[in-house]
């Protein structure tokens, strides 16, 4: 496999669009999340709520770790998760007694 076999498409059946914008599609691509831009891919997924059959660039494939390529240890990817606050206190203020809050 040669380096000009990075752009290659790879297929992934059932896949399901989420969202659409002009330059990117947000997709389930087996039980992840991603983003991938139009020009990265090719299939007849276009909009949200397309499902079916997408091809994804190898090199983008393996990248995101769909695939592995022969040679390249593959990485696992970590997965970036908001760590939530634990909720603080609330406190209540009020305004002065004679004057209202807002106009």
Not at 22 to 37: D, E, K
Not at 77 to 87: D, E, G, K, V
């Amino acid at each position: 496999m040669g380096m000009d076999d990075t752009d290659d498409l790879v297929p992934f059946p059932n896949v399901r669009v989420i969202r659409s914008t002009g330059p990117a599609l947000l997709c389930i691509v087996g039980n992840q999340r991603v983003w991938l831009l139009r020009s990265q891919i090719s299939g007849r997924l276009r909009r949200t709520g397309d499902r079916g059959r997408l091809l994804i660039r190898r090199s983008v494939a393996s990248a995101r770790g769909f695939i592995q390529l022969p040679g390249v240890k593959a990485v696992p990817l970590q997965r970036s998760i908001t760590q939530r606050r634990p909720p603080g206190q609330l406190y209540l203020v009020r305004g002065d007694e004679g004057r209202p809050l807002a106009n």
